[in-house]
C-alpha cells in the first residue's frame, strides 16, 4: 500500500519536531540529531524533516510516493516511460537513514517527486543525486 510524503526543510529542527509531534499526536519514527520522519497511520502520510539554515522559513524541499517493493517503483517508471515523462532511475541509493530504490520525475513547477522503497536501514542520512537541485540537499 502507497503512502504519499512531504519532506520540508527547516530553519528549526528541534522546534519543528516539537510542533509537528503535537500536531499529529505521534512521536517520530526516526529521528537523528539532523533528521526526523512522521510516520501517520491514518491517512497513510510521511512527513519528513530535514535542516535549513537556522532561521530560514520553512520550505518544500521533495514529495514522494512511498510503495512496498522495488517491483511498484520500476512499474511508476515504466509508466513514466509511456507516458513520455522524463525520469532518472536511482537504485540503491543512501537516503534518509535508508537504503532505497527509487525513480524521480518533476512537475510542471520543477517540483521533485520520488516514487521509491524502503530496501534497508542504514547508519548515515546519505544523500541522494542532486535531482531535486535547487531543493537543497537530500
Known amino acids: ?3 504519499l510524503q512531504l519532506a520540508l526543510r527547516v530553519g528549526d529542527l528541534e522546534g519543528s519536531i516539537a510542533f509537528y509531534e503535537k500536531l499529529l ?5 526516526k529521528q537523528r540529531a539532523d ?6 497511520e491514518e ?13 530560514q522559513s520553512t520550505v518544500l524541499d521533495h514529495l514522494g510516493i512511498e510503495v ?5 517503483v520500476n512499474d511508476a517508471a515504466d509508466r ?3 507516458i513520455g515523462m522524463d525520469k532518472e532511475l536511482e537504485p540503491g541509493t543512501a537516503c534518509c537513514y535508508a537504503l532505497q ?17 524502503v530496501v534497508a536501514e ?4 546519505g544523500k541522494s543525486s542532486e535531482i531535486a537541485a535547487g531543493h537543497g540537499s537530500r
Open 35 to 40: 533528521y526526523a520522519n512522521f510516520v501517520i
Open 25 to 29: 499526536g505521534v512521536a517520530p519514527a
Open 80 to 82: 513514466f516511460d509511456a
Open 68 to 72: 512496498d517493493t522495488t517491483e511498484e
Open 122 to 125: 542504514a547508519d548515515v542520512l
Open 43 to 55: 491517512p497513510r502520510f510521511k512527513l519528513v524533516l530535514l535542516p535549513g539554515e537556522p532561521g
Open 1 to 3: 500500500m502507497s503512502r
Open 101 to 117: 530504490n527509487k525513480v524521480w520525475v518533476h512537475g510542471p513547477g520543477n517540483e521533485p517527486w520520488e516514487v521509491y522503497t
